[in-house]
């Protein structure tokens, strides 16, 4: 009885709002990045302002969400994928050739994947306070040698950043990765669901060192003035991370979604990503970005598995991260 | 018996029930079905099953262990604070998970008030982390459980006690808790079974994943449904086992009379040792509380300005969902009381939203919605919805036993005087009420506040909650903004409950 | 007249048989020890015991089946009479309309009411600030005002004092007779039962005696009832 009230309380409000004028353009995005503090709204509006048309955010997990609605889905555009669930996401078989040249893109890395787009890039790293810690540790040898550190880190079975550190083990240690995150393991404060509880944490001082982005110290010396928060660089070299747009076949508006993914290459939606998405644009020269971002530490080496490793590889790595961290 | 006067009841407690098992069961069925079967049960799932167990197990022991003393203390020691602390016992379960967590750390954690001021190291993280933490939320509520079982001993029996000289703990006190703790255990057992972020977080590692956080691993990357579907079977089982033992094992309750008035007993002892309970809980319970409000206070002034709609929404969505399940918990129980003893199969019905996963519940309705109309646009209504049948086995806890007490005391005269349907309701019915009324509504706005909606599914943006705002905040990397809208959300959770329980009270005649 | 045919009533445990004819405007009391089966007897003329066989019928209406509302009957319980919530003139207005929508006519039916059994002026005091002697006062004005043929006392005003009690009892009993009720009374005090009905029903266990005068069944009483009695 109540359920029929609340779908016929739905069926109205979905009437009311759908009478606007032409179809919107529904972009699938994650939570923070349609938030009022990501770089949603600007580009919403910067785009809109474009293509004299509505852009809709429909936010959450993307991915899960996709593998559920499968060829149904009333996505136009996603965007907030990232290189470690390209595979799965292709294999839903929903998006469509980008067409775009991605040729010039300012990444450490040659791009060329058909279906998705880079937006933003960043490398995983651990972040500490330098007024703290003076010993700055050079690789992970020197992060397990070290007395009296706390880290946080994510789980990689719910986390991006925590998959990024997994993997980012395991390209560099491939099958001592187990026996390196034994021995990290006495070091680890705590393992949490997602990134923002361990950031919490970080910067209410409970732990030394966070696993984060190198680009995280920008938030604290652009926003808050603050140049006390680094990235520990590592000669081992980062593991590296894009986020990606990708374009639905199904879409309904394929001029729309089109014009959308190439504004996403576009300078006015690159420059929008340093200061709202605290990253490196994708296709943004170097001296177009914030001038504290220079101050930031850089890895001299890009690690980085294929889609299809990635997929290979997971599973394995994830049980040996849980034997090692079981113990 | 009285089978005249309860037509009306019938049906709409049938909708009522129709209604949850649709949303517990029904959910589960429709993942279940779109997973094309189920996988097998791993050795990390035993894992996952025997540490979620075993955790619930302890959590629900030391809850009632320091449970006990302080029940005593507060039942025979009038002074002046009591029904403010008693009220302030509340505090705890309406708290978000989140901000709970990250207030714990700040008073037991490496750089918390205690390492800091005593200048020794301590660590919240590990297996008694969890325990300390399921404690904190659930100590208050086994404390007035237990509570009030003490206030229901008649001061007459004290008395006669007395003048026996007969040792009060053996006559009176040790029966009562021999029929209170068993039942006041199992429904904290139940609460911490389905425990998902604090296990994690404080657990320290992933040996502490509890069923509920494997089924949201599950979902997150693997996207493997079967082996949630099965995760979700496994979690409906458990809590029903314990569900069908507590119903077992409950009898018809008092009715929850006032705390307010100590018990009179005529001796007292031990006075030392009651303040020394009273304040410690007082201080475990109030100084995460204090972190909270202390790293919310310096940006509460100039909070961001779009926390506002978020938190005007959330203050929406909440009081929906509270009176949702306040209606659906009216039907549900006047049909129990009206069933008698066969009312306890529905009383199980009530209880299941305690077993089953949220996220399995929001996943197997974004499938059963999906082909026919746009998830999101219905986001507010399910989220509204979704909370409301979760908070139903708290309202009948305290429903149920309150409308037999009304039915026993004046059924016969309101059945004698026809009073049937709307008018019994109104005429008998909901004058008894008013307090666990009041209650409900205060403690369902307040448990759908602080919740993180069903799940990412069904949110849009512009759409968000408060709770999810605060997330959004600290994923930007704004920590301080973020706990100030915490404190914004507690402020919000506790002056709504506030309100309604003081109505209940205030319009309370017994 | 009330007759209770081979009537049969199961409660729990216990059984209870009943055949007896009450003739109309008697004021009669059942009498016996406690758990004889007085209050199931009581609960099944009034309907909140299903018979498992046999009829009640009143004035050749069987009333078996009906709902406790729809019977001829009203009942003074031993407590609880005042839901303590409603105002006085509420609760004598449950008589006449039970979803309380009182007009300008029962108010006055309900002021005159009070009037008759001396508690004018009372229409907005509570429960709770009248007396025990003033509350059974404001039970028997709801019934006189139901004014239903068979009225039914349980244990009445047990809970007042003896001399009160007795005032109460004299003054329902004088009322019911004014308005020609059937009185029915359970009680297990015999001083009650000589002080104001014309007849009594022995009961023990599980079955009833003949409806006897008072004088006769003090008398001799029946089914060795004298033991209980004392006398």
Known sequence: MKLSFTSMAGLLFAALSSNAQADPLTVYAPDYFASEWGPGPAIKAAFEAKCDCDLNFVTGDVLPRLLLEGKRTKADVVIGLNTDVTHRARETGIFANHGLNTDNLTMPIEWNDPDFIPFNWSYFAFIYDNQKIKNVPQNFEDLIAMDDIKIVIQDPRSSVTGLGLLLWIKSIYGDGAEQVWQRLSPKILTVTQGWTESYGMFTDGEADMVLSFTTSPAYHLIAEDDDTKSAAIFDEGHYFMAELAGKVASTDQPELASAFMEFVLSEEFQSLIPEGNWSYPAKLEAQKLPEKFNLLGTPQKTLLYSPEEVQQIRKEAVSEWLSALSQ | ????????????????????????????????????????????????????????????????????????????????????????????????????????????????????????????????????????????????????????????????????????????????????????????????????????????????????????????????????????????????????????????????????????????????????????????????????????????????????????????????????????SLCLATWIVSLKTKGKWIEFIGALPLATSQLVIGTGLFIIIFPFIAPYELALPITATVNAIATIPFCLRSLVPAIRDAEETFGKLSDQLGLSGYARYKILIAPRIKRPMGFCIGLSTALSMGDLGVIALFAQPGGGTLPMAVYSLMSAYKMEEAASGALLLILLSFVLFWIFDQWGRKNAHS | MLILDKLEVQHGNYRLTADLTLKKNAVCAIIGPSGAGKSTLLSAISGFIKPTSGRISHDDHDITHLAPSKRPVSILFQDNNLFPHLTIEQNIGLALCAKLKLKGKDKQRISDMLNLVGLSGFENRKPAQLSGGQQSRAAIARILLQDRPLVLLDEPFGALGPALKDEMLDLCVDMFRKTQKTVIMVTHDPIDAKRISDCVIGIKDGKTSDVLPTGAFFKEPPMGLSRYLGS
């Open chain 2, 1 to 328: 018996m009285r089978r005249y006067s309860f037509k009306h009841s019938s049906i709409l407690g049938a909708a009522a029930a129709a209604l949850i098992l649709f949303m517990t069961i029904g959910t589960l069925g429709a993942v279940i079905y779109r997973a094309d079967g189920l996988t097998g049960i791993s050795a990390q799932d035993w894992h996952v099953i025997r540490f979620t167990l075993t955790q619930a197990f302890l959590s629900a022991l030391c809850s009632i262990l320091f449970a006990i003393p302080l029940a005593r203390a507060l039942a025979r020691r009038a002074f002046f604070g009591r029904s403010l602390l008693i009220s302030l016992l509340g505090a705890p379960f309406i708290l978000p998970v989140i901000v709970a967590v990250l207030g714990i750390i700040g008073v037991f954690g490496n750089n918390g008030i205690i390492a800091k001021s005593l200048n020794i190291p301590t660590s919240i993280f590990g297996f008694h982390g969890i325990i300390v933490a399921h404690v904190f939320f659930n100590l208050p509520l086994a404390t007035r459980l237990i509570l009030q079982g003490w206030q229901a001993i008649p001061s007459e029996s004290f008395r006669l006690a007395a003048s026996l000289n007969a040792d009060c703990r053996k006559v009176l006190e040790r029966p009562m808790l021999r029929a209170v703790l068993p039942n006041a255990f199992l429904v904290i057992f139940l609460i911490c079974l389905s425990s998902f972020a604090i296990a994690l977080t404080l657990g320290g590692g992933p040996k502490s994943t509890t069923i509920e956080l494997s089924i949201y691993q599950a979902f997150r990357f693997d996207f493997d449904l079967s082996k949630a579907s099965l995760l979700g079977i496994i979690q409906v089982i458990i809590c029903a086992m314990t569900v069908l033992v507590l119903l077992k094992i409950t009898k018809p309750q008092e009715p929850t009379t006032g705390l307010d008035r100590p018990v009179e007993m005529w001796e007292k002892p031990h006075p030392v040792l009651d303040v020394l309970w009273i304040v410690s809980a007082f201080i475990f319970l109030a100084a995460p509380i204090a972190v909270i409000i202390s790293d919310g206070i310096p940006q509460i002034l100039n909070l961001h300005s779009s926390l506002w709609p978020a938190a005007i929404r959330s203050i929406w969505i909440a009081l929906l969902s509270a009176f949702m399940s306040l209606f659906l």
